[in-house]
């Protein structure tokens, strides 16, 4: 979606003395890609460990509540520095994202699949055996689970894709 408000939009975050800066100074888009891709390879690692432990195919000797509090937090520390790092991206060259459809589909992912994990971790807060305790839960879990692993891996295809979808 490419509005005449977006354009303009992009047009003036352009030209704003943080985006001519990480314009200008040609090894800032290189650094703030590696702390985009080290953030991305620790959230991912995470999510994989919580949802192979969702789907009861490994780490079957620990709780699903246990796994989800070890590995949630480096889940939940990995965002802000994604936010960050991409924000920053974003700064300098907007319309390279904010005006690409890749781009936008990446955050209706990103958006949902953090509702799903929230979703997760809030009924483990109020119970921690909460997926563990009946077949129906299991398979919610087990739905769930996939669910987030496809989210992630779209995201992460989707993020690599915005340079080749960049007119
Ligand atoms: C939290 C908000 C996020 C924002 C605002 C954001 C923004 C961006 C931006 C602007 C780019 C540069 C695209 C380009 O110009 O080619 C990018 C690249 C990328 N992003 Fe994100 N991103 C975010 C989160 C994530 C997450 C959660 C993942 C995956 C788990 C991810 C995966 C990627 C990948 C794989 C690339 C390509 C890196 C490269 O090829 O150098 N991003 N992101």
């Not at 979703?119 to 739905?143: F, G, H, N, V």
């Amino acid at each position: 979606m490419r509005t005449k408000n977006l354009e303009d939009f992009c047009t003036w975050l352009e030209q704003t003395p943080l985006s001519e800066s990480i314009q200008q100074n040609l090894w800032v888009v290189p650094a703030i890609q590696t702390v985009h891709i080290l953030s991305i390879a620790a959230l991912f690692v995470s999510v994989v460990l919580i949802n192979l432990r969702l789907m009861n195919l490994s780490q079957t000797d620990q709780s699903i509540a246990y796994v989800f509090t070890r590995f949630g937090k480096i889940v939940w520390w990995s965002l802000p520095l994604l936010l960050l790092s991409g924000g920053l991206l974003i700064v300098g060259e907007p319309a390279r994202s904010l005006a690409n459809d890749v781009f936008q589909f990446k955050m209706l992912l990103l958006v949902s699949v953090i509702l799903v994990t929230v979703l997760l971790q809030k009924r483990l807060a109020t119970d921690d055996k909460y997926w563990e305790s009946t077949e129906r839960r299991q398979m919610t879990a087990r739905i769930l689970a996939i669910i987030s692993m496809s989210c992630w891996v779209s995201i992460i295809c989707a993020g690599r894709w915005i340079a080749y979808t960049y007119t």
